[in-house]
C-alpha cells in the first residue's frame, strides 16, 4: 500500500529571486561570501495560502457590489497592481539577503510587490506559489 501522507505538500519554498535578465539574485556577506536573494512563501496547501485566496475574492466581490459587474474592466492598473501585492503579501513568509527602503515584514512586501520597475519579483513569486511542485520534499531539497 502507498502511504499517501507521504505525497502531502510543504506548507513552504523558498524560492531564489531571479533578476530582471533572468539571473540568480546573490547578495554578499561581511566575508564577501555570495548568499542567495530569497523570498519564503505559503505553498496552496497551506492554511495561510488559502486564506490569501479567500481574502482576494472577498475584496473582489466587495469590489463588485459597490461598482457592478464591469468593475473589472474599470480598474486601474494601480488597483490591479495592489489587489495582487495584497495577495502575494499574504502568502509571503520573509525575504531573505535583500534590503529595501529600510522596511519590513509586510510592508517590505508590499512595497516590492506594488514597484512596477520590480514586476519580475511578483511574477517570479505568484508562478513558483501557484506550483504545488515547488512544496514537495524533493523540491525542498535541491
Not at 561581511?30 to 530569497?38: I, S
Not at 492554511?47 to 461598482?67: E, G, I, N, P, W
Not at 514597484?115 to 525542498?140: C, E, M, R, Y
Amino acid at each position: 500500500m502507498f502511504e499517501l501522507q507521504t505525497a502531502e505538500a510543504q506548507e513552504t519554498s523558498v524560492l531564489h529571486l531571479k533578476d530582471v535578465q533572468g539571473e540568480l539574485m546573490h547578495a554578499k556577506d561581511a566575508a564577501g561570501q555570495e548568499l542567495p536573494v530569497t523570498v519564503v512563501v505559503y505553498g496552496p496547501g497551506s492554511d495561510q495560502y488559502q486564506k490569501a485566496q479567500l481574502r482576494a475574492q472577498r475584496r473582489a466581490m466587495q469590489m463588485f457590489k459597490k461598482k457592478g459587474a464591469k468593475a473589472a474592466d474599470s480598474r486601474t492598473a494601480e488597483e490591479r497592481r495592489s489587489d495582487d501585492a495584497d495577495l502575494l503579501a499574504d502568502i509571503t513568509v520573509s525575504f531573505g539577503n535583500l534590503t529595501y527602503k529600510g522596511l519590513e515584514g509586510r510592508a517590505l512586501a508590499l512595497a516590492i510587490y506594488q514597484n512596477p520597475k520590480l514586476g519580475f519579483i511578483a511574477d517570479q513569486v505568484n508562478s513558483h506559489a501557484g506550483d504545488w511542485a515547488n512544496f514537495t520534499s524533493a523540491a525542498q531539497s535541491a
